[in-house]
């Protein structure tokens, strides 16, 4: 089963500020989708990337996907309260088994 | 409704007794998926569906915990003996498909929150 890391644990910003999360792992991605959770709720898939070097854009979101498909980073754009929640990385293997999620950034943005 | 439903949303109960979690996914996704979330925690894979097969149990924390599903839609899980250490939120998540080097987007109930006294 591949092991994914998160960076930071917790983030604690202003409105208006820029951040980065990132997600790494020492196995190769087959593919790597990124989920937002707030409390309450089941987490929210926000992007998936596939292509090493993979860039996409959701409004303020930037996901990039590492050359080698090893590690994935998450970029806000000034960042709002609407952000706060606890941001996950998620990887299968081949056959979709074992689907796995990271520990996750928490994530708070102060007004 | 159209999304994935869990229940209960929220039980309690004394250690040493069973409880069984219900999820009902969305229509026609084959794949299904629990996931327990401990307070302030990540994600952990416990078991995954795809039909009615379940090709790999390994990620269930010990034999009191099970999981069916019938009919390739309903599934329950059951934890046998409940012992304090099972209080987290169980999440479910169905999926339209999973096949060879893709996963399809997960959707995600709203959980049942279980509480071991």
């Known amino acids: 089963t591949q092991l994914l890391e998160q960076s930071p644990q917790f983030l604690s910003i202003q409105e208006g500020e820029n951040l980065t999360v990132y997600c790494n792992s020492s196995s190769v991605f087959s593919s790597l989708q990124w989920y937002r959770q707030e409390p309450g709720e089941g987490p929210v898939l926000l992007v998936t990337?596939?292509?090493?070097?993979e860039v996409k854009k959701l409004k303020r979101l930037t996901f990039q996907f590492g050359d080698a498909r090893k590690d994935s980073s998450l970029h806000i754009t000034a960042a709002q309260p609407g952000d706060t929640g606890l941001y996950l990385c998620a990887t299968g293997d081949n056959y979709g088994q074992n689907f796995v999620f990271g520990p996750g950034t928490r994530l708070s943005v102060l007004p | 409704g159209a999304g994935v439903s869990q229940s209960p949303s929220n039980k309690v109960t004394e250690k040493g007794k069973d409880v069984e979690l219900r999820c009902d996914p969305i229509s026609g996704h084959t794949a299904l998926y629990w996931y327990r979330q401990r307070l302030g925690q990540g994600l952990e894979f416990l078991i995954y569906f795809q039909g009615n097969s379940a090709p790999d149990k390994s990620g269930l924390p010990s034999d009191r915990f099970s999981a069916e599903r019938t009919g390739e839609s309903v599934s329950t899980l059951t934890i046998q003996r409940t012992q304090q250490e099972d209080s987290a939120v169980y999440l479910c998540a169905s999926s339209p498909y999973s096949h060879r080097g893709s996963t399809g987007e997960l959707f995600f109930g709203e959980g049942s929150r279980l509480t071991v006294l």
């Open positions: 990337v596939v292509t090493g070097g």
